[in-house]
Each structure stands twice: as structure tokens, then as C-alpha cells.
């Protein structure tokens, strides 16, 4: 009897490489002589769903360590760096997050050309390394470095060539499959911060971080083993520009540089806000946790929502949320609030990053160009979180009411939101689900 996973794997014409110069749009027309084949997608099976799994827990270890910040953030200003001010120190998290998606505007055509794993295997033990190595640092470039610079040079490389291979295995799912991988980011995002904040009151925050270091490590090796790509790979330009030339893609690209403009702040300063209005210092470090446990629940669902609405439909939905909760934060001082503020933008955010990666995926014409068009997308987004976190800080820091940051914040997000109701017009304009 033959398995499930092997018919799954006979319904796919693989391997294929693709010559970007002669490729085609998979429903459109073509000559059997010129066309590129189109796969088929198996939407299921052991193999796909294993890849999950694996694409699920490089998410933890690298978009989760990067979401924890603020936790490092709050702790560095009342420790090692307490000489720096709030718009100095988020600069630490601003180029974590910038080198992270700028990394894969090289990993995702690496990966597309030579294949997902080249990079994830030796990027992850980097990974664990540059985790180590801010166990060891008490210094400001040092943290800059270690964190700074080595942790997200490596998260990045190997995050978007493990989301490409989901892109693999599913196409009418592939949002929810996409959603669930990521959901991984918000569980490590919970977890980090408590292994942080109870291991650093007993055993010291190198012991505490060395610990968060080796759970790491022992994820990326399950992504090592179930990261399973099929042999699609690509031919031609390095890069994608031709992508720009797609009305859809580019109004994309532009709308999510101003989303995660003002994305960051309340993963960054919520806690700083908190500690402002009275709440108490043993509760600020868990509204990351609150957060992130709503980036869960945003994630998760997102995927299934975007099944039934479509997933840019949900998309402008998380944006325009997201916003007009950044506006609401103004009016939210107690306790009780913060902890609702961060479950709702938690969620609104989470189902913004969960469906980012597959409509920017959904964009491109063949699987072999997925890991390119996240990776030029991430890249231009990657000046936005560079920027972003430093100047609400300095607005933070120059207006110590915090209005003036949050409206920032807030009214680059509903530009973004704007822009993406664009782009999902111009993408799917007579479709009521898209």
C-alpha cells in the first residue's frame, strides 16, 4: 500500500529549475514547449506538516528571542546600561530587528538558488552563539554586537528560507500553514521573558541568558531534522527587481515599511509606559508576555480567519485594528487596561506579521521565487524597524507624556493600513474574498 505522504510526493513535478527569463504565471497561458511546470501542492501529509513543526521552532528561536526585547530593554536601564537613556539603548533592539529582516534579502535568493538548508544549518549554531555571547557582555557595543548585530544577522538568515519551505508543501493553505509556523515567534516571545524574569533574581541574568541560549539550540536542531525541502530551485538573477514592476507587490512593500514603522512601540515601551503610571515593577516585565500570548492567539487564527475571508481581507483588518488601538493606548493608564491594551494589539499584531509573509509569497509566480520576493519585501522593511523603535524613544524621551510618540506611532500604522486596502484592491479588485 503506498502512504499517504508518498502519493502526496508523486503529485508533485519535482525537481525543477526554473530560468527566471521564460517562467510563467501558474493559471496563465503557455506552450507546452516554453512553460514553466507548475507543481502541484500536497496541503498535507506527515512530510508537510513536519515542516511546520521545524519552520515552527525556528520561529521561537528567532523571531521569539527578537519580539523578548523589551524585557532586555527594561533590565539593561536598570543594570549594566542605566548611564544610557531609553532612545539609546533601543537601538540595541532597532538593529536586532533591522539586520534580522535585512538578512533575507540574502537568504531568500541563497535559498531559492541552492536550497533552505545551506543556510539554516549553519546560521542556527551562529544563532545559539550570538545568544551565548550576550551572556558574557556588560557593555553597551557589546550588547550592539552581540545582540545587536550577530543575534539578528543570524535570526534572519534562517527564518526565511525556513518559511519558504512551508510555501513548498501548501498553496490554497498556505496562509494557515504560514500562521501556524509563525505562532511559533509569539510562544517564545512568553517564554523567554519568564525564564528571564525567574531565573535572574537566583541564578543571575549570564546563567539565566545561557539557559535561554540552550533552548534555543535544542529547537534549531528539531528545525535541523524536519526542515524537509523538496528540490525546487531557480535559475537567472540573484535578486527579483521585476517584482517592483507588480502594482500588488510594490503598494505592499510600502504600506508594510509604514506598519512596522510604528509597529514596535508597545514591544519596546509598554513596559517603561507602565512603570510611568503606577503599575507595579514585578507586573511591567509580563505584559510582554501578555503580548506576546495575544500575538499567539493572532497568529493562530489569523491563518484560519484568512481561510474563510481571504487573506488579504484579514490583513487590512489586523492593520487597521492595530492603529486604531495605538490611538486607544493614549486613554489606558490602569493596570487592568495595559494587560487588555497588550492582549488586543498583541493579537491585531500577530495576525499582521502571521499573513505578511504569505501575501508577500502569494505574490510570486513559482515556489522557486518565494524565499526572493520575502526577502527583497523584509529587506525594505528592515529600515522601518531600524528607525522606528529609536525615534519614539526620542519622542518619548523629549515628551515624557508619551502622547506625542504614541500618535506617531499610531498614524504611520493607519497610513500603512491605507496603503494595504490598496493593495489588496489592486491585487483581487472584483473578488469579495481575496
Not at 536550497?115 to 557589546?142: D, R
Not at 524621551?397 to 498614524?411: E, K, M, N
Amino acid at each position: 500500500m503506498t502512504s499517504s505522504v508518498d502519493s502526496q510526493k508523486s503529485q508533485t513535478s519535482l525537481p525543477i529549475a526554473v530560468d527566471d527569463e521564460h517562467s510563467k504565471q501558474e493559471a496563465g497561458p503557455a506552450s507546452p514547449a516554453t512553460a514553466t511546470p507548475a507543481p502541484s501542492f500536497a496541503e498535507g501529509g506527515t512530510r508537510a506538516w513536519l515542516v511546520v513543526v521545524g519552520c515552527w521552532c525556528v520561529a521561537f528561536a528567532s523571531f521569539g528571542i527578537v519580539n523578548t526585547f523589551g524585557v532586555y530593554e527594561t533590565y539593561y536601564l536598570h543594570t549594566y546600561l542605566r548611564d544610557y537613556s531609553p532612545s539609546t539603548v533601543a537601538w540595541i533592539g532597532s538593529i536586532q530587528a533591522w539586520v534580522q529582516l535585512s538578512a533575507t534579502l540574502i537568504s531568500g535568493p541563497i535559498s531559492d538558488r541552492y536550497g533552505p538548508m545551506v543556510i539554516v544549518w549553519p546560521f542556527s549554531l551562529t544563532l545559539a552563539i550570538g545568544m551565548m555571547l550576550t551572556s558574557l557582555c556588560t557593555k553597551f557595543y557589546q550588547f550592539f554586537l552581540c545582540q545587536g548585530i550577530l543575534l539578528g544577522f543570524s535570526s534572519g538568515l534562517i527564518y526565511a528560507p525556513a518559511l519558504s519551505v512551508v510555501g513548498h508543501y501548501f498553496f490554497k493553505k498556505r496562509a494557515m500553514a504560514m500562521s501556524l509556523a509563525s505562532s511559533g515567534s509569539p510562544v517564545g516571545g512568553i517564554i523567554y521573558p519568564i525564564i528571564l524574569n525567574n531565573l535572574i533574581p537566583s541564578i543571575g541574568f549570564p546563567w539565566a541568558q545561557r539557559v535561554c541560549g540552550f533552548l534555543s539550540l535544542f529547537l534549531l536542531g528539531i528545525a535541523a531534522v524536519t526542515l524537509r525541502p523538496l528540490d525546487i530551485r531557480r535559475k537567472g538573477s540573484f535578486i527579483l527587481l521585476e517584482a517592483f514592476k507588480k502594482p500588488a507587490y510594490s503598494l505592499q512593500v510600502t504600506a508594510l515599511f509604514l506598519v512596522i514603522l510604528g509597529f514596535f512601540s508597545p514591544y519596546f515601551f509598554l513596559a517603561d509606559y507602565a512603570l510611568a503610571h503606577g503599575v507595579s515593577p514585578d507586573l511591567t516585565n509580563y505584559l510582554f508576555a501578555f503580548l506576546n500570548a495575544g500575538s499567539l492567539i493572532g497568529r493562530v487564527g489569523g491563518g484560519f480567519v484568512a481561510l474563510y475571508l481571504g487573506m488579504f481581507n484579514s490583513m487590512v483588518f489586523a492593520c487597521f485594528a492595530s492603529a486604531i488601538l495605538l490611538y486607544c493606548w493614549l486613554a489606558i493608564t490602569s493596570t487592568a487596561g495595559l494587560i487588555v491594551f497588550g492582549l488586543l494589539f498583541g493579537a491585531t499584531s500577530g495576525m499582521i506579521i502571521a499573513l505578511m509573509f504569505p501575501t508577500i509569497a502569494h505574490m510570486a509566480d513559482h515556489p522557486s521565487k518565494m524565499g526572493t520576493y520575502l526577502g527583497q519585501a523584509t529587506f525594505v522593511s528592515g529600515f522601518a524597524a531600524l528607525a522606528g523603535a529609536p525615534i519614539i524613544g526620542a519622542l518619548f524621551d523629549a515628551y515624557p507624556s508619551y502622547l506625542q510618540g504614541i500618535v506617531f506611532s499610531a498614524t504611520v500604522m493607519m497610513a500603512g493600513a491605507i496603503i494595504i486596502a490598496g493593495a489588496r484592491y489592486v491585487f483581487a479588485p472584483g473578488e469579495l474574498v481575496a
